[in-house]
């Protein structure tokens, strides 16, 4: 069975140590030779230039395939653009549209007065501009904001007919919350690939915390066995395991290409591409 198609997602150092933190995680992971890496955004645009600086250099210095997150929160369409305008500039060619998270202790998402309203609104602008290729969220556990399982999956279907290539799904725990999300995906008439997002697990509490705030279950099976492994000291040795088993799951059923979220750590990623029989393939020298 042939290795999957692997990409990462870093986030912008907001220091000097993060700084040299990150490039150490593309230095890493970069070896692996992934289709695309991917640079985020702050909730409430608060990473806007530390997103747009990063993407710079990593597409300079590295010979990596840079995706930019680009948002709609706080900013007008001619800011959002003009971050657009820049990233081009910059020799980027791929962007992954989102709506965004609203800033922190705002209630939800509204949109700037002189803003898209949407991510479909942000999609559709840089479609027409057939500069960019265009990647977009999914979920394959309903958004908290979301009205029902079936408005996630028009809403995709919506961000796909505007002008997405493909889309990268939030992170998940069991294989089988995928690939039913895939299933119904194929039934509503979406054919544009879908990215399973992997989230190697750093912090099992952090982790639990994040997945109840973002809408994804948490399987009992996997809560007693952190405890154990609490208990043990094994943290790592389960992690490494459990996200390994998911990748092997959803390979075998057909997934040929994974999405990790390195959380710019890149030990447990590594690991994990090695179980998977992924292995590096060169060195980044040239990363500054």
């Not at 007008?76 to 922190?104: C, H, M, N």
């Not at 997405?164 to 008439?189: H, M, N, P, W, Y």
């Not at 990215?195 to 109840?212: C, D, S």
């Amino acid at each position: 069975m042939p290795a999957p198609a692997i990409s990462f997602e870093f986030f912008p150092p907001r220091n000097l140590e993060a700084s040299f933190n990150l490039f150490e995680t593309v230095q890493t992971l970069g070896a692996y030779r992934p289709r695309f890496v991917s640079v985020t955004y702050g909730a409430g645009g608060t990473t806007r230039e530390l997103t747009r600086d990063a993407v710079a250099t990593l597409t300079k210095h590295t010979g990596l395939n840079v995706a930019a997150h680009l948002t709609c929160v706080d900013a007008s369409r001619e800011e959002t653009l003009s971050i657009a305008d820049q990233f081009a500039a910059a020799g980027v060619t791929d962007i992954v549209a989102l709506r965004g998270d609203p800033p922190k202790g705002a209630n939800g998402f509204t949109p700037h007065p002189e803003g898209f309203a949407s991510s479909v609104q942000l999609i559709e602008a840089l479609a027409s501009q057939n500069r960019f290729n265009i990647r977009v969220g999914a979920y394959p556990e309903r958004h908290p904001e979301a009205a029902s399982d079936d408005a996630d999956i028009d809403w995709l279907k919506a961000k796909i007919d505007a002008g997405a290539s493909e889309a990268i799904t939030q992170f998940f725990f069991e294989a089988e919350t995928f690939l039913r999300f895939r299933d119904r995906c194929v039934k509503a008439g979406i054919s544009a690939p879908i990215i399973p997002g992997i989230l190697p697990i750093e912090n099992w509490n952090g982790t639990r915390k994040f997945a109840e705030r973002c809408g994804a279950s948490v399987p009992q099976w996997l809560i007693d066995a952190y405890a154990k492994a609490q208990r043990d000291g094994r943290e790592q040795l389960l992690s490494i395991a459990t996200a390994t088993e998911l990748c092997s799951d959803l390979i075998e059923e057909g997934v040929d290409a994974l999405h990790f979220y390195t959380l710019n750590k890149p030990d447990l990623t590594r690991e994990i591409c090695h179980a998977l029989g992924i292995q590096p393939e060169l060195s980044l020298q040239n990363v500054a």
